[in-house]
């Protein structure tokens, strides 16, 4: 081998390891930023199917309770307004605050209902109150895939070297649905 070769060879490997590795490097990172980015998106699209769910389901129920509480007024209108807040809300923060609204004026009406024994056993009511049950639950479950994506996803764009590339392609930290604190004590029930 002569010295041109030899001297090409170094060339050529200096020119792999310069450009083609951090090309693959670059391009693997950023796929899987983007991966990533389209799974929070498909989580959080489960999770707003379940709100979805609750928010047709709450003017039946709503209606079905009126019918024994009428006096309860102030209640319904809570509930129809954090309802309308949840049709209005734009951004995905919003959105989980407004539910967040929605799912503390709900409890607030479930001790309504404890309060009427003939409302809780006429059986429209109760296939209702099991739906709207089934439906907190499957958002509850929505909810952990949801911030368990999120996590993950947070996790990549903030380490190092990928927090570069994703600060440089625009990938910016998604929002965990919480509970907030007011809502974490369960609601008293008195007769």
Known sequence: MSQTQKTLLIIAAILII??????FYLKGTYNSLVTLDESVKAAWAQVENQLQRRYDLIP???????GYAAHEKELFVKV???????AGAKSIPDKIQANNS?????SRLLVVVE????????????RLQDELAGTENRIAVERRRYNETV????????RFPTNLLAGMFGFERAAFFEVPKERQEAPKVKF
């Open 18 to 23: 310069v450009i083609v590795l951090p090309y």
């Open 60 to 66: 039946n129920y709503v209606e079905t309770v009126k």
């Open 80 to 86: 129809t307004e954090a309802r309308s807040r949840v």
């Open 102 to 106: 929605l799912a503390g004026a709900l």
């Open 115 to 126: 309060r009427y024994p003939d409302l809780k056993a006429n059986t429209n009511f109760i």
């Open 151 to 158: 996590k993950v996803y947070n996790i990549r764009i903030r």
